[in-house]
Nanobody, 124 residues
Framework: QVQLVESGGGLVQAGGSLRLSCVTSGPTLSTIIMAWFRQAPGKEREFVAGVHSIGNLTLYADSVKGRFFASRDYVKNTTFLQMNSLKVSDTAVYYC?????????????????WGQGTQVTVSS
């Protein structure tokens, strides 16, 4: 059984930074790919960033490229999302997700395991 637990959300002013963490437990093969998604009120869940365990390949949404950085600590089974230069438009519930497959994809339907979400609110 795979479990994902996020933490690190909160309230921050525009231009500030936050670091989200996602601790995973369960079979390693089920978390080959870890990704971050977000969902703002009234909007669909959207891909933010992903990390592939093979080669640490990363992928980012255009809206966060250069501001957000995803990484993994394989000893601590933790995936991070460092968010810098935050904007009001980054306000959303952020979810980490996992899949045990080869391709790093942006489609939330491809991900099997999900965390409970953590709220990020950016004020102007």
């Amino acid at each position: 059984q795979v479990q994902l637990v996020e933490s690190g959300g909160g309230l921050v002013q525009a231009g500030g930074s936050l670091r989200l963490s996602c601790v995973t437990s369960g079979p390693t093969l089920s978390t080959i790919i870890m990704a971050w998604f977000r969902q703002a009120p009234g909007k669909e869940r959207e891909f933010v960033a992903g990390v592939h365990s093979i080669g640490n390949l990363t992928l980012y949404a255009d809206s966060v490229k250069g501001r957000f950085f995803a990484s993994r600590d394989y000893v601590k089974n933790t995936t991070f999302l460092q968010m810098n230069s935050l904007k009001v438009s980054d306000t959303a519930v952020y979810y980490c997700a996992a899949r045990g497959a080869v391709r790093l994809t942006r489609n939330p339907a491809d991900y099997v395991y999900w965390g409970q979400g953590t709220q990020v609110t950016v004020s102007s």
